[in-house]
């Protein structure tokens, strides 16, 4: 059996973050109820923020249960994706031949569908572990990556094989992109069943960044800082860079909403709903991606991506870009975010989308 407790997974990192404490003062503040603000970007008195988004919890919210990730092909077979748009944070990773896949985290919200589920690769596992305790529903994988999540104890592996009532196959598309489950049917397994604790995150909200005047009007003008940015921030209408020839992203900015929607290229990324898929943080990292010894069912050698370490970070919310750099000191670590003086780049509430991308590739933001 896996009982598992969140203080387990914390006790030895570096340090606590602040969303993590923010959300043990709020629950604590909860029992006691008040109506006094906080200070300045904090979380007020009484107040639950969900601790993937930032987002002020329901009060049905299930914040106490572990986050859930669920493997996502992007091939041009695979799309329209289903259930992303529930996802509070969507990484983004390189594959073979140049095309992406998503691994998407649900934690307060659920899908009734998600999917086309895929398999696992080295990155996943490497990129959960900063999440643990976390449940993680993928198709299958090859025996090197198998054992790597079977041997992570923070990770909790429910893969298709082994949980087949979990999932199901969609007669209007084809193998092996008809392959569906839901955040219900996944958490119901025995095997997730009795895992405790809220995932932990690096990641750190500002409520005021989507609250101010300014953002409730119109995009800030140049050389303006919304609050929360830790120095001159500069207007990011659209951003766009590549993963490969083969996959070319950009996302632009919708100030009524106050998100992003996301194209790939030139096409409107929707999901099957129809309804176009969207951030409201954008984060592109920076880092080293090479050709790795584990290969595909192909035969095509998949992508080793370097998620522990620090390199250049690009951060767009709020009709805002900052630049500045990411870091984790270790697996067990979380990947914090900071600007080029060494001040931490909060994100605005809502859902983030994270690009890993090769080091030498250029984001164009306008």
Request: hydrophobic share 35%.
């Amino acid at each position: 059996m896996h009982t598992r407790s969140f203080a387990r997974f914390v006790n030895g990192r570096t340090r606590i973050r602040l969303v993590a404490v923010l959300m043990l003062l709020a629950l604590a503040a909860a029992a006691c109820g008040g109506d006094d603000d906080g200070p300045s970007g904090s979380v007020a008195e009484g107040e639950v923020r969900c601790p993937l988004t930032g987002v002020e919890a329901s009060d049905d919210a299930p914040i106490d249960r572990p986050a859930l990730a669920v493997k996502v092909d992007n091939a041009p077979p695979a799309r329209p994706p289903v259930g992303l748009e529930a996802a509070d944070i969507i990484f983004e990773e390189l594959g073979e031949g140049g095309l992406t896949r998503f691994l998407s985290f649900f934690h307060c919200d659920d899908a009734e569908d998600v999917g086309p589920v895929r398999s696992a690769r080295n990155v996943d596992v490497d990129i959960l572990q900063e999440f643990g305790p976390v449940l993680f529903g993928y198709s299958g994988a090859n025996d090197q990556v198998l054992a790597k999540i079977e041997s992570t104890e923070s990770i909790i592996g429910l893969k298709h094989g082994d949980n087949a009532d979990a999932f199901r196959r969609e007669s209007s598309r084809n193998s092996p992109y008809n392959l569906f489950s839901s955040t219900e049917a996944l958490r119901d397994l025995e095997a997730a069943g009795d895992v405790e604790g809220l995932p932990s995150v690096g990641f750190e909200f500002d409520p005021e960044l989507l609250e101010s005047e300014t953002q409730q009007e119109q995009s800030p003008a140049e050389g303006e800082s919304p609050p929360g940015t830790g120095e001159v921030a500069e207007p990011a209408e659209t951003v766009a860079f590549e993963f490969s020839p083969a996959t070319r992203v950009r996302y632009t900015y919708d100030a009524d909403a106050k998100r992003y929607l996301r194209f790939h290229g030139d096409t409107p990324h929707n999901s099957s709903s129809g309804e176009q898929l969207g951030a409201v943080n954008v984060v592109i990292l920076k880092t080293d991606i090479t050709e790795g010894e584990v290969r595909d069912a192909s035969g095509s050698p998949t992508m080793d991506t370097s998620v522990v370490g620090s390199g250049e970070a690009v951060v767009v919310r709020a009709g805002q870009v900052e630049f500045g750099t990411w870091n984790r000191s270790s697996l067990d670590s979380n990947t914090t975010l900071e600007t080029r003086d060494g001040e931490t780049i909060a994100l605005a509430p809502g859902n983030t989308w994270v690009h890993y991308v090769e080091e030498s590739e250029s984001v164009d933001v306008q």
